[in-house]
Antibody, heavy 119, light 110 residues
Framework: EVQLLESGGGLVQPGGSLRLSCAAS????????MTWVRQAPGKGLEWVSA????????FYADSAKDRFIISRDNSKNTLYLQMNSLRAEDTAVYYC????????????WGQGTLVTVSS | NFMLTQPHSVSESPGKTVTISCTRS????????VQWYQQRPGSSPTTVIY?????PSGVPDRFSASIDSSSNSASLTISGLKTDDEADYYC?????????FGGGTKLTVL
């Protein structure tokens, strides 16, 4: 069974930084791209960033470019999201997701971690 | 870049059938796979359709999906509606290396 366990969320002041982690199990981590998706309170899903199988290629939504850094440690089956220069509008639940692998586009989702940016 | 547009809300009675559309603004809807996610209140999303028309194990065959190139849209159909189907539903596809979500549709079963 696929399990994705996010951690690292919390309350941070505007301009601050936070690092999210996502521990993956139940599948071959190195066979899948991984993604971060966020959901602001009462709003829809917004894709944030994705990373390829090896970690050599990273992709960002415009809202995350130049502020967020996605990475993965395949030896630890763990995905990360380093978030810098945080703004109030970054307040959201952040979900880690197993993205596509080969022709398998069946995403799996974690339970999410709440990030609140407020003074 | 393209957008995926969904109706904001739909409602239907238990036992009936409902269809939720997802229209792609530019480019062909058939050019990349479409996924559908269900999100019940207070829960994380789960996949109900992947690769445009495949169901993960555990998703009942009451859930089906299709692609209509003439309207450039994807559709999720839920038959035999149950109150447990009440949730938000999101379509998702790929724009090159970017992932694109529809705005979500709130399904009310009453």
């Amino acid at each position: 069974e696929v399990q994705l366990l996010e951690s690292g969320g919390g309350l941070v002041q505007p301009g601050g930084s936070l690092r999210l982690s996502c521990a993956a199990s139940g599948f071959t981590f190195t066979n899948y791209a991984m993604t971060w998706v966020r959901q602001a309170p009462g709003k829809g899903l917004e894709w944030v960033s994705a990373i390829d199988l090896s970690g050599g290629y990273t992709f960002y939504a415009d809202s995350a470019k130049d502020r967020f850094i996605i990475s993965r440690d395949n030896s630890k089956n763990t995905l990360y999201l380093q978030m810098n220069s945080l703004r109030a509008e970054d307040t959201a639940v952040y979900y880690c997701a197993k993205d596509r692998g080969g022709d398998d586009y069946a995403w799996s989702w974690g339970q999410g971690t709440l990030v609140t940016v407020s003074s | 870049n393209f957008m995926l547009t969904q109706p904001h809300s739909v409602s239907e009675s238990p036992g009936k059938t409902v269809t939720i559309s997802c229209t792609r603004s530019s480019g062909s809807i058939a050019s990349t796979y479409v996924q559908w996610y269900q999100q019940r209140p207070g829960s994380s999303p789960t996949t109900v359709i992947y690769n445009s028309n495949h169901r993960p194990s555990g998703v009942p065959d009451r859930f089906s999906a299709s692609i209509d190139s003439s309207s450039n849209s994807a559709s999720l159909t839920i038959s035999g509606l149950k109150t447990d189907d009440e949730a938000d539903y999101y379509c998702q596809s790929y724009d090159g290396t970017n992932r694109v979500f529809g705005g979500g549709t709130k399904l009310t079963v009453l």
